[in-house]
């Protein structure tokens, strides 16, 4: 059989076997949660939520971030909601949102009332920069949802000195960018609130769902904890759960179970490890890109940060391909490598949203971003020999695809 032809054209693939599967959940992850059966069991109470393990889950989380205070919530798209919730900004005012994140930060505001107003990102990313801010300003701005995309933290120092300036408030999405370093401390830290979802696919994860609301300000954390259980009066320390009448006010149950904080407790205890991980891997790839003249590292900003990889992005240079980049990026997926070839995260771009949009019905940096790179899909179990396979899937892809 050729061994140059591409297996989108029927050739050889050049992984025979997967990739490796992350496996996240694993041993300790099974040992962590026959813990809070057998404590259950010795203790003689079934296991719920707001118990030990959330104290410690939570507890270890803020000692990761370097201080502050979290709840662990059901999910990232609910990390949103109530980090907006406590913020209590009066129904239609205008949010602005990244230009490229998750549907569940964006429906966290809409089903609050807001308008959302898209933001677009610096040329060359997939991040909001300070301009772009600054251009969607509206004098009806009250609130930002700022996602640090991809792992990647938005410069954020000069964007809360504009929102600090005109009582705008912030609040960090994590999700993507757990643990990520700006300037030297933890991402969630710069804004007024953060949202993290712990879902499985993210670097910090509780079990399928989960989320994590993060403030370093204790004013809008007691606020959050009874908004995430029906009202409770949290700040009580002896308040009766039974004593329904002393509930403040009607609250859904966005609660995370002793279960789900026991696995998170789990892997948060590798988390930088694994973010350490990631970024090898990437610099790896990067460094690897040098045989190529058609893919090249996308992201290098200049501002001091350590990125938290959630996927890779690269890019692709298009005026020296036969084909579009999606099609190049289908040609790379199919030698078996794990690539998005056409992100759809870009939110200007959602039909289901237009008539929510007050404006940014347009992001131009952020449309162009993602039409001339890709993402790579990884996690921390890649070896040496996947990051080969990875790149010799792209030298063979260009080898037949490129303009000669
Ligand atoms: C940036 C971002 N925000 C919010 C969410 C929503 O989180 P969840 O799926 O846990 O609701 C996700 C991911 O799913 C995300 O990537």
């Known amino acids: 059989m050729d061994e140059s032809k591409l297996a989108i054209h029927g050739g050889p693939p050049i992984r025979s076997k997967p990739l490796p599967y992350r496996k996240l959940f694993g041993k300790k992850e099974l040992e962590a949660v026959t813990k809070v059966f057998e404590d259950s069991w010795r203790e003689g109470v079934d296991f719920g939520f ?7 889950y939570t507890d270890k989380f803020c000692e990761f971030q370097g201080g502050g205070f979290a709840d662990g919530v059901s999910s990232g798209t609910a990390a949103v909601y109530l980090a907006l919730k406590v913020l209590y900004l009066e129904p239609g005012s205008d949010v602005i949102t ?30 909001l920069g300070p301009d772009e801010f600054e251009a ?21 120092n000069p964007i809360v000195e504009i929102a600090e300036s005109k009582g705008i408030k912030i609040i960090e ?31 910090l994860a509780t079990g399928g ?5 993060y403030t370093e300000n204790e004013e809008y954390y ?42 998170g407790l789990s892997t948060l205890s590798r988390l930088q490890k694994t973010i350490d991980k990631r970024f090898e891997i990437t610099r790896k790839i990067d460094e690897a890109l040098d045989a190529s003249s058609v893919v090249s590292p996308a992201l290098k900003p200049q501002y001091d940060c350590k990125p938290s990889i959630f996927f890779h992005t690269v890019m692709v240079d298009v005026d020296k391909l036969k084909v579009s980049k999606k099609e190049f990026a289908e040609a790379v997926a199919a030698e078996g490598i794990w690539v998005n070839p056409d992100y ?7 039909k289901w949203l237009q008539s929510y949009l007050k404006r940014g019905t347009h992001t131009p940096n952020a449309s162009d971003f993602r039409d001339r790179t890709f993402n790579i899909l990884l996690n921390e179990r890649f070896s040496d020999e996947d990051i080969e396979d990875v790149i010799a899937s792209i030298l063979k892809v260009e080898s037949v695809l490129a303009k000669t």
């Open 136 to 156: 969607a300003l509206t004098p009806n701005t009250r609130a930002a949802v700022l996602t640090h995309s991809g792992g990647y933290p938005i410069d954020m």
């Open 209 to 213: 769902c989960g989320g994590l609301v």
């Open 50 to 56: 707001q118990g030990k393990y959330e104290k410690l």
């Open 344 to 350: 759809r995260e870009v939110v200007s771009e959602w």
């Open 98 to 127: 990244s230009p490229v994140t998750n549907p569940g930060s964006i429906s966290s505001i809409i089903l609050q009332g807001m308008n959302i107003v898209v933001a677009d990102s610096q040329p060359n990313t997939f991040l």
């Open 173 to 203: 999405d994590g999700s993507q960018a757990h643990g990520a370093l700006y300037k030297g401390k933890r991402v969630g830290r710069f804004g007024d609130i953060a949202a993290f979802s712990t879902m499985f696919s993210k670097t």
């Open 222 to 263: 007691w606020p959050i904890r009874s908004h995430a259980d029906r009202g409770k009066p949290f700040h009580i320390s002896d308040f009766s759960q039974r004593r329904f009448d002393e509930y403040l006010f009607p609250a859904l149950n966005f609660n995370l179970d002793e279960l789900s904080c026991a696995i």
